[in-house]
């Protein structure tokens, strides 16, 4: 079964502060996804990215950048947290099958903006 | 552009009746039709996904079909489980497309 791991799982900053969330999977796919969750709002794609050195802009892209490295890992980046991007942050990953078309989510790491 | 419209907010269901999750698509092409499921403090994981030759996909006890004609994809078991009280969400996707348009979700709680 698919493997994605995401660090931190819990992180507490103040506004205007930098903060990178990790996600690192272990099965060799290509595309990866960053997304937000939020009572009301649902799962709501952030960036997602089809190979190293790759970035593609999702739904809700305003106040993140990511980068993805290598193969298994793809960041997320706050340059200046605000207190509405306070949520629940799932990274996913899938195979370039369309046939297949699943993805594999992370645990999830959660954000809090003071 | 596609989009998804779900049962909204929240179903309470007795134990043992059936269940029915409704999900209306909006799609150009002939969309893939995917039911995800997210129990408590979990991450969400595939529950059933349409198929191309319109068998019936089935999982847990759940089951969906997909109905071009109406475009619809409804999540239905026979009998609701304590162990079914999650949060639903219905993605549509399709050929070439890489990405999902996860709906706002459906929170599901199954009441003994």
Same mark, same amino acid.
């Given at each position: 079964?698919?493997?994605?791991?995401?660090?931190?799982?819990?992180?507490?900053?103040?506004?205007?502060?930098?903060?990178?969330?990790s996600?690192?999977?272990t099965?060799?796919?290509?595309?990866?996804?960053?997304?937000?969750?939020?009572?009301?709002?649902? &799962?709501? #794609?952030?960036?997602? /990215?089809?190979?190293?050195?790759? @970035?593609?802009?999702?739904?809700?892209?305003?106040?993140?950048k *990511?980068?993805?490295?290598?193969?298994?890992?793809?960041? &997320?980046? #706050?340059?200046?947290? /605000?207190?509405?991007?306070?949520? @629940?942050?799932?990274?996913?990953s899938?195979?370039?099958?369309? *046939?297949?078309?699943?993805?594999?989510?992370?645990?999830?790491?959660? #954000?809090t903006?003071? | 552009?596609?989009?998804?419209?779900?049962?909204?907010?929240?179903?309470?269901?007795?134990?043992?009746?059936?269940v029915?999750?409704?999900?209306?698509?909006?799609?150009?092409?002939?969309?893939?039709?995917?039911?995800?499921?997210?129990?408590?403090?979990?991450?969400?994981?595939?529950?059933?996904?349409?198929?191309?030759?319109?068998?019936?996909?089935?999982?847990?006890?759940?089951?969906?079909?997909?109905?071009?004609?109406?475009?619809s994809?409804?999540?239905?078991?026979?009998?609701?489980?304590?162990?079914?009280?999650?949060?639903?969400?219905?993605?549509?996707?399709?050929?070439?497309?890489?990405?999902?348009?996860?709906?706002?979700?459906?929170?599901?709680?199954?009441?003994?």
């Amino acid at each position: 079964e698919a493997a994605v791991t995401q660090s931190p799982r819990n992180k507490v900053t103040v506004t205007g502060g930098n903060v990178t969330l990790s996600c690192r999977q272990t099965n060799s796919h290509n595309y990866m996804y960053w997304y937000r969750q939020d009572t009301g709002h649902g &799962l709501r #794609l952030i960036h997602y /990215s089809y190979g190293a050195g790759n @970035l593609q802009i999702g739904d809700v892209p305003d106040g993140y950048k *990511a980068t993805r490295t290598t193969q298994e890992d793809f960041f &997320l980046l #706050l340059e200046l947290a /605000s207190p509405s991007q306070t949520s @629940l942050y799932f990274c996913a990953s899938s195979e370039a099958d369309w *046939a297949s078309y699943e993805q594999y989510f992370g645990p999830g790491t959660r #954000l809090t903006v003071l | 552009g596609d989009s998804v419209t779900q049962t909204e907010g929240l179903v309470t269901l007795t134990e043992g009746l059936p269940v029915m999750l409704n999900c209306t698509y909006q799609s150009t092409y002939s969309p893939f039709l995917f039911w995800y499921v997210q129990h408590l403090n979990e991450a969400p994981k595939l529950l059933l996904k349409s198929f191309t030759d319109n068998k019936r996909p089935e999982h847990q006890g759940f089951h969906a079909t997909l109905h071009k004609s109406s475009s619809s994809f409804h999540l239905q078991k026979s009998s609701a489980q304590l162990s079914d009280s999650a949060l639903y969400y219905c993605a549509p996707t399709h050929t070439g497309y890489q990405n999902f348009y996860f709906g706002k979700g459906t929170s599901l709680t199954v009441i003994p």
